[in-house]
């Protein structure tokens, strides 16, 4: 279906907006600029990215803000840049630079040894400045109100970690040398990638932080759906609508006409032995509901498409 065709059924608008964030706004801000451009207050977002940070940011529109919540969004993939020689008070370019250290005498066999440690099921402390809550409040707030915050390690999964390229800066009047590597990362939700260069550089005794990063995929949303805020404007329509949103996104389940029906008023399907959410595609292909099944009744989690809106 084209980007500018609206989804029918009586949800005008609804679907997933995949944006490419740019660098410098927040989450907040591209939900605040995309509200403007589409005309509605009814946009949400799935998870953030860092105001330095580029790529993919998910939103729902209208009546696809229900499905946010619901989305299996537990793996997430980035491109970055880490600058090994220089630890800051943020882990990322954005803090005040803490240590300085020659790296130029670091080897790729030592980087690829500490990055073997720092790949798989791991225990990572996450960043000071991360928005985690602390008793009830972020930990970034804490640091800025000039509180001491020590979070707790948590596991988090690190799937690949792969240097593409290494560039040396040698040192020079202004300070010693650093190394910048070029990186591919695949991790669990919840991984910070500026923890990962904080304790890559600590590992290898000369400090680390994040001067780029780029999300390039969350769960089954790459840039490849993504548009920027400027292409939205020329275009200002959902990547996704809402049927092409939840089949994207969950597994599905073709239902009859009756089913359809009676899954649209609140009723219940047979199970047919799933455990995990699923979409119910009715015999035109519309999503009615997402389905979960408990015991001997499959029922909605969310219906997509209540009677009184088809």
Sequence with gaps: MPKSQKPSSGLVGAGLLIVDKEAGMTSHDVVSRCRKLLNTRKVGHAGTLDPMATGV???????????LGLLALTTKSYTATIRLGQATTTDDAEGE????????AVTDEQIAAQIAALTGDIQQVPASVSAIKVDGQRAHALIRAGEEVTLAARPVTVSRFDVLARRDVPADDSGPGFVDLDVDVDCSSGTYIRALARDLGAALGVGGHLTALRRTSVGPFTLEHARTLDELAEDPAVSLDIDQAAQTAFPHRQISAEEAESISQGRWLEPIGRKEIYAAIDPSGHTIALIQERGKRAGSVMVVRPATLR
């Design 57 to 67: 940011l998910i939103l729902g529109v209208e009546r696809a803000t229900k499905l």
């Design 97 to 104: 630079l803490l240590t300085t250290a020659d790296a130029s």
